[in-house]
């Protein structure tokens, strides 16, 4: 568990580094997100963004089992 931990901890360091580089990426506006804008209201739901991340978050902690 210790070990999760501290990887886990160094992966966000480095994602908290490279985060302005990582803006730039495309994600965030794909086809299937939701987005409302009505007046002075705006709703945004990253449905197909999410599930990209899942389903790569899936393969990798997959992969890392085997």
């Not at 197909?48 to 389903?55: E, P, R, V």
Request: aromatic share 16%; proline share 6%; hydrophobic share 60%.
């Amino acid at each position: 568990m210790q070990q999760l931990l501290i990887t886990l901890g160094i992966v966000l360091l480095l994602l908290g580094f490279l985060w302005p580089w990582l803006s730039q990426l495309p994600f965030g506006r794909l086809p299937g997100d939701i987005y409302i804008e009505r007046g002075n209201f705006s709703f945004y739901f990253p449905l197909m963004t999410g599930l990209l991340i899942s389903i790569a978050l899936t393969l990798l902690l997959w992969w890392l089992r085997k």
